[in-house]
């Protein structure tokens, strides 16, 4: 792993100059635990997600830091006109859901940590379902990605970006500046799992590691401890992708 950092891709300063002013405008940020951000190497970043507008936030405050965080997108977003353009200019990764390229998205995040760049994943792979905003069961992405690279996996608690854009809501509630709370933790301890040779096993005991310690750090700005039980979409017939919320569509006949 190199221990320098690769430059800020022009596309992604571009971008980052013209959403800074808005969000200044819209939100203002409490921010704790930056003496957890590694000073060089590459290093992974879990957050958990209860807006789609709080990747923002945190990879704002990490941009001020020279650091531009590498997102694991779906590849759709890749495909769109505009948004396409820009993801791959600012060099993003496609994750291809549900298909046989889904290991392309690990080997890019791979080569990206070895650069010594910041790799961002949302271990929970969609919004949160939990009714109270608590991260949910975690997928095992994050972990295959940190026990393949070794690198650190800094967990990121975010809460009050659903303020600002609630789940699921395509307009912001832009009446006030609403407080956003990021917090970084310390990396979460893996070390004692690379040797194992159940690679299942192992990468199911990392990814719980990882969402117990982003869970930690959101109770901290909650102040209030979180269910004891994560919520688990698939024993509440929630589907994993899109927005659970909206009726499914139904065929000719009431059929979906």
């Not at 080569?111 to 792979?125: D, I, M, W």
């Not at 789940?167 to 979460?188: N, T």
Request: include cysteine; hydrophobic fraction near 40%.
């Amino acid at each position: 792993m190199i221990e320098h950092r690769t430059d800020v891709p022009r596309t992604y300063r571009v971008v980052a100059g013209a959403l800074r002013p808005i969000f200044r405008a819209a939100t203002r940020y409490e921010v704790s635990g930056t003496e957890h951000v590694p000073a060089s190497g590459g290093f992974i970043v879990t957050p958990n997600h209860v807006s789609h507008i709080d990747p923002f936030p945190w990879a704002h405050v990490l941009y001020l830091r020279g650091i531009a965080p590498v997102f694991l997108a779906k590849s759709e977003l890749f495909q769109t006109p505009v948004v396409g353009q820009v993801m791959r200019g600012a060099q993003q990764v496609p994750v291809y859901r549900e298909s046989r390229r889904a290991v392309d998205a690990l080997r890019d995040a791979v080569t990206a940590l070895e650069q010594g760049r910041c790799v961002a994943v949302y271990p929970e792979g969609s919004l949160t379902r939990d009714p109270q905003l608590w991260p949910m069961r975690g997928k095992s992405g994050a972990a295959r990605l940190a026990l393949q690279s070794g690198a650190p996996v800094i967990p990121i608690a975010t809460w009050g970006a659903q303020e600002l854009l609630p789940p699921y809501a395509r307009v912001p509630r832009l009446h006030r500046r609403h407080r956003v709370q990021i917090r970084f933790g310390p990396p979460v301890d893996l070390t004692d799992l690379a040797a194992r040779p159940d690679e299942r096993h192992v990468a199911a005991e990392a990814t719980d590691r990882i969402m117990a310690a982003i869970t930690a750090e959101l109770e901290q700005l909650r102040g209030e401890p979180a269910p004891a039980q994560r919520h688990d979409p698939s024993t509440h017939g929630q589907q994993v992708t899109g927005n659970y919320r909206r009726a499914p569509r139904t065929r000719p006949g009431g059929h979906p």
